[in-house]
């Protein structure tokens, strides 16, 4: 079936660090991928996406583009800040409404 | 604007009792999802409505579990004879569109606990 393999946390990195969160997956067709943010006391919240293969998403500072080669979709950001403390997870639609998660990972960025 | 809204946020049931959840999607909003989380794990599909048809239940996890939306706004996800492995958040979502990669919009959830 369809899943996603996400590094797994929890991740602790000083403020201005650069950040990479690997994910990979395993799709029968043709996925979309998302990454998804849950800051603490929130819900999850869409952080970006990309469609097809070597899409680029990007949004406050992070980037991830969609490797078909490799089957991957790494977050990455270059400065964190503190604020960028929460849980990040992966997720993919192959079926364009039901979204396939990873386990989240969990960073803290310390001043 | 408001956003999806789920209540109750906590319920603590106990082992066999029945449970009912709301969800309250965005107006409007064609599309409504509920999702599990169990702690420590990234949520898991359980159903999904367009309007008020149930398109989809292949997630449900067993037919303790049901749910509708029968009005195709507000959605209730019921839990009859409550078990111990039921305890998760419980994830509702909402979006615009029909089929098509409309971005999700989640509520806050509600943590059920079976004791």
């Known amino acids: 079936g369809d899943s996603v393999t996400q590094m797994e946390g929890p991740v602790t990195l000083s403020e201005e660090a650069f950040l990479t969160i690997n994910c990979t997956y395993t799709?029968?067709?043709?996925?979309?991928l998302f990454w998804y943010v849950q800051y603490p006391g929130e819900g999850l919240q869409l952080l970006l996406k990309a469609t097809k293969a070597d899409d680029k998403g990007s949004n406050k500072g992070f980037e991830a583009t969609y490797r078909k080669e490799t089957t991957s979709f790494h977050l990455e950001k270059g400065s964190v800040q503190v604020s960028d403390s929460a849980v990040y997870f992966c997720a993919l639609t192959v079926h364009d409404y039901k979204l396939s998660f990873g386990a989240g990972t969990t960073v803290t960025v310390r001043a | 604007g408001a956003g999806v809204s789920q209540s109750p946020r906590y319920k603590v049931a106990k082992r066999g009792q029945d449970v009912a959840l709301r969800c309250d999607p965005i107006s409007g909003h064609v599309s409504l999802f509920w999702y599990q989380q169990a702690l420590g794990q990234g949520p898991e599909f359980l159903t999904y409505f367009q309007n008020e048809a149930q398109l989809d239940k292949s997630g449900l996890p067993s037919d303790r579990f049901f749910a509708e939306r029968p009005e195709g706004s507000v959605s209730t996800l019921k839990i009859q004879r409550t078990q111990q492995e039921d305890s998760a958040v419980y994830l509702c979502?909402?979006?615009?569109?029909?089929?098509?990669?409309?971005?999700?919009?989640f509520g806050p959830g509600t943590r059920l606990t079976v004791t």
């Open positions: 979502a909402s979006s615009p569109g029909g089929f098509g990669m409309n971005e999700q919009y």
């Open positions: 799709a029968t067709g043709y996925p979309s």
